[in-house]
């Protein structure tokens, strides 16, 4: 079945520090790929998406790149900083399908 | 722009108790999606809705849970005989028909504590 595997967490970065989260999927056909953010409290937000090999999805600073031929779509940001603390969803939603799979989650953490 | 709306926010109860909780979706969308996430855990898909029609259900949703969305509008999801193992965050969330690009927006969750 549809599969996302994320970095373990928490990481824990200075603020200005660059980021990366890794993310590989497991999917038949061709996804749609999703990051989510879930601050404290709160709901989950969509931060960015791609929905074809080497689409970029960009937003806030935080950028992700579709790639097809590793399975994976990694979240950068060049310099974080702490209202960035939240927790990091990868997602997707598989071609013709409506439900999303969900990683488990990367709990990231800014400090001055 | 109102988003997903869901009540209550936070549910204590006893086990074996039965729980309804409420999701409003943003107005012009007619897919509607519910999910739980247990701690640490990313959501996982329980059903989804098109307008009044339930077209997807997972495993995870055993018999007793129910949900429904009679008018095509809000959504209820109901726990019968709530168990130690249904304590979760339960959200709710819509999209648009139209595109498969569609995102889904997210309430902020019914969090369902038993004790």
């Known amino acids: 079945g549809d599969s996302v595997t994320q970095m373990e967490g928490p990481v824990t970065l200075s603020e200005e520090a660059f980021l990366t989260i890794n993310c590989t999927y497991t999917?038949?056909?061709?996804?749609?790929l999703f990051w989510y953010v879930q601050y404290p409290g709160e709901g989950l937000q969509l931060l960015l998406k791609?929905?074809?090999?080497?689409d970029k999805g960009s937003n806030k600073g935080f950028e992700a790149t579709y790639r097809k031929e590793t399975t994976s779509f990694h979240l950068e940001k060049g310099s974080v900083q702490v209202s960035d603390s939240a927790v990091y969803f990868c997602?997707?939603?598989?071609?013709?399908?409506?439900?999303?799979?969900f990683g488990t989650g990367t709990q990231l953490k800014v400090e001055l | 722009d109102t988003g997903v709306s869901q009540d209550p926010r936070h549910k204590i109860t006893k086990r074996g108790q039965n729980v309804t909780f409420r999701c409003d979706p943003i107005?012009?969308?007619?897919?509607l999606y519910w999910y739980r996430q247990t701690l640490g855990q990313g959501p996982e898909f329980l059903t989804y809705?098109?307008?009044?029609?339930?077209?997807?259900k997972s495993r995870l949703l055993s018999d007793r849970f129910s949900a429904e969305r009679p008018k095509g509008s809000f959504s209820t999801l109901e726990i019968q005989r709530t168990e130690q193992g249904d304590s979760a965050m339960y959200l709710c969330?819509?999209?648009?028909?139209?595109?498969?690009?569609?995102?889904?927006?997210f309430g902020d969750g019914t969090r369902l504590s038993i004790l």
């Open positions: 999917a038949t056909g061709y996804p749609s």
């Open positions: 809705f098109q307008n009044e029609a339930q077209l997807e």
């Open positions: 791609a929905t074809k090999a080497d």
């Open positions: 969330a819509s999209s648009l028909v139209g595109s498969i690009d569609q995102p889904q927006h």
């Open positions: 997602a997707l939603k598989a071609g013709g399908g409506n439900k999303l799979t």
């Open positions: 107005s012009e969308h007619n897919r």
